[in-house]
């Protein structure tokens, strides 16, 4: 039986692969949007900025 606490809560998602590859998932997909934003901010029809 799991002991209770925020430490072994924490842990059983580290533990259990099932919720392991959930916070994988989530963390890669999220990181996804991220870098989405990101890139559709960029502006690529403007001029280089001259030295």
Do not use: H
């Not at 809560?9 to 989405?36: N, Q, R």
Request: hydrophobic share 45%; charged share 15%; proline share 12%.
């Amino acid at each position: 039986r799991p002991q209770p606490g925020v430490f072994n809560f924490i842990k059983s998602f580290y533990v259990d692969p099932m919720k392991w590859s959930l916070i994988k998932t989530w963390g890669v997909f999220a990181f996804g949007v991220y870098i989405s934003k990101e890139i559709c901010s960029i502006d690529f029809n403007s001029p280089p900025v001259a030295p």
